[in-house]
Every structure is written in C-alpha cells, then in structure tokens.
C-alpha cells in the first residue's frame, strides 16, 4: 500500500500536468464559456495539490502508523475521484452535451474526502506533536 500512494500521486501529477495542458491549448479550441472553463480549471488545480499531498504523505509514511496512512491517502484518493473526476466529466458533458444529471452529487462528496483527509492529517501531526 505504500508504494501505492506514491505511485497514485506521481500519477496524479502527470494527468494534472497533461490536463491542465490540454485546458490551456485544446480545451479553449473547444469552448471559451466560462461556465465551462471554470469547473476544469478546479479540478486540475486539485488534481496537482492533492497529486502533490499524496507524495509528501508518501515520503513521511514512516511517521505514520499504517491506518492513519491509509485513511489519509484512501480520502486523498477518493476525493481525486470524485471531486476532480465528476468535475472533468460535467465539463465534458458541457463540450459534448451529454448529460449525468447524479454526477453534480459526486462533487461534494469529493470535497468532504479532501477536507477529511486534510482533518485527519492535522489530528495526526498534532498527536505526533503531543507524545
């Protein structure tokens, strides 16, 4: 599960990378609505920091102990999913105009994962801090 997360976040990066290069040159071939520019932008943006969280978390892994490493990467993960993955599928719906009208559900849940992993990251690092 270890090599896992850092793999996960290497990859991560590179889809980030390539998406938010296809968002500065294809995408605006596309479209340049704001409507739909926008909820691609987030979603790369998220995509690279929390690409980016599960790397840092992946070269600390030796100061957590395996279930807080793996709630904290598995909510990283799951909110890369669905956060940015429902995100990039509206904006593609919006190009393609095809509809997935459960798929605006997904967003928060996505979140909540980011914000849950980021709580259980700080719980954590400040335990650590305690003992």
Request: proline share 3%; glycine share 10%; hydrophobic share 55%.
């Amino acid at each position: 599960m270890y090599r896992f997360f850092g793999a996960l976040g290497a990859l991560a990066m590179a889809v980030g990378i390539l998406a938010g290069a296809f968002g500065a040159h294809g995408l605006q071939r596309l479209t340049t609505d704001p409507a739909v520019m926008e909820p691609y932008k987030t979603a790369v943006q998220y995509l690279l920091w929390h690409g980016l969280a599960l790397l840092l978390l992946w070269t600390a892994r030796e100061r957590f102990s395996d279930k807080h490493f793996l709630w904290t990467g598995s909510c990283f993960q799951c909110g890369i999913v669905l956060f940015c993955g429902s995100l990039f599928l509206i904006t593609a719906g919006k190009i393609f105009n095809f509809s997935l009208p459960w798929i605006v559900y997904l967003t928060p849940v996505g979140g909540l994962f980011f914000v849950a992993g980021w709580v259980l990251l700080f719980w954590v690092l400040i335990r650590k801090q305690r003992n």
